[in-house]
C-alpha cells in the first residue's frame, strides 16, 4: 500500500515547524549563548564577591585560597555551559522526533491505515512507517547521517556511557574533547580519557555551539528534503 502524504504537510512544515525551528535558534544564539559564554564579565563578578568573603584578611596571606575559590567558580560556569548545550541539543532531536511523529500519527489516521497508535514516539518507528506506507526511505535523505548522529547525542546526553556512545564516538570523537582542545588530534585516540558519566552537568561530553547551529541547519534540511520527495 502505497500513499502520498497529505497536502497540508508542506504548509505546517513551513508555517509551522520551521518557524519555531526559527524561534529556537535565534533564541540560543541572541540571548541564551551570549550570556552563557560572558566569562570575562562573569570573572569579574566571581572576584569581586571572592575579595568580599576575605576582606577581614591580609590579602597576601589568603591570595592562593582566593584564586582557588574563583578558578573553582569559573570551571562551574564552563560546566553550565555545555551542560545547557548538551541538553539543547537533546530538545532539538526531540522537538524533531516528535514532529515526525505527529505526520506519521495524522496520516495514519487520514488514510485509515490503522497501525500506530497515539504512542508513537520513535524516530526508527517513524522511518519504518513512512517506508512501508508512503515510500519514503529516510535513510536516503542527504540529512539522514546527521540527524542520526543528533539520535547518538541525544542518547548519550540523556543516558552516559553506552553502546550509543561508542556509535557516537566512531562517528564524532571530537564531541568527548572540550572545543577549545580539539585542535590536538591525539586526544581524539587517547584511551585515557574518562568514561561518559556526567553529561548533564557538562563534563565529559561537550556539544559547542557550532555544533549545535549545525545540528538546526541539519534538522531544517532534512525538513526541506521531506518537502521536496513527498509533498509536491
Not at 542527504?142 to 547525542?153: A, F, H, M
Amino acid at each position: 500500500m502505497q500513499n502520498a502524504l497529505s497536502g497540508k504537510w508542506k504548509h505546517t512544515i513551513e508555517e509551522i515547524i520551521f518557524p519555531q525551528l526559527d524561534a529556537f535558534s535565534n533564541r540560543v544564539n541572541e540571548s541564551l549563548y551570549p550570556a552563557l559564554n560572558n566569562m570575562q564579565e562573569e570573572e569579574e563578578k566571581i572576584r569581586k564577591k571572592v575579595e568580599e568573603k576575605y576582606s577581614y584578611a591580609d590579602p597576601s596571606d589568603v591570595c592562593d585560597q582566593m584564586e582557588d575559590e574563583v578558578v573553582i567558580h569559573l570551571i562551574y560556569l564552563i560546566q553550565i555551559k555545555y551542560s545547557t548545550l548538551n541538553l539543547l541539543a537533546v530538545g532539538l532531536y526531540h522537538t524533531l522526533e516528535q514532529h515526525l511523529a505527529w505526520l506519521c500519527r495524522d496520516e495514519n489516521r487520514f488514510y485509515k491505515i490503522g497501525v500506530l497508535d497515539d504512542n508513537l514516539s520513535h524516530l526508527y518507528e517513524s522511518k519504518d512507517f513512512l517506508e512501508k506506507y508512503f515510500s519514503l526511505e529516510l535513510e536516503k535523505f542527504n540529512s539522514w547521517q546527521k540527524i542520526d548522529e543528533l539520535r547518538l547525542v541525544a542518547n548519550t546526553v540523556k543516558h552516559a556511557e553506552g553502546s550509543k556512545t561508542d556509535d557516537l564516538r566512531k562517528l564524532r570523537a571530537d564531541l568527548f574533547i572540550p572545543p577549545n582542545m580539539r585542535s590536538y588530534p591525539d586526544l581524539t585516540n587517547d584511551i585515557s580519557l574518562p568514561k561518559v558519566e556526567y553529561t548533564a552537568t557538562g563534563e565529559h561530553f561537550f556539544i559547542s555551539i557550532d555544533d549545535l547551529n549545525q545540528y538546526f541547519k541539519d534538522v531544517k534540511s532534512f525538513w526541506q528534503e521531506l518537502i521536496e520527495k513527498s509533498c509536491q
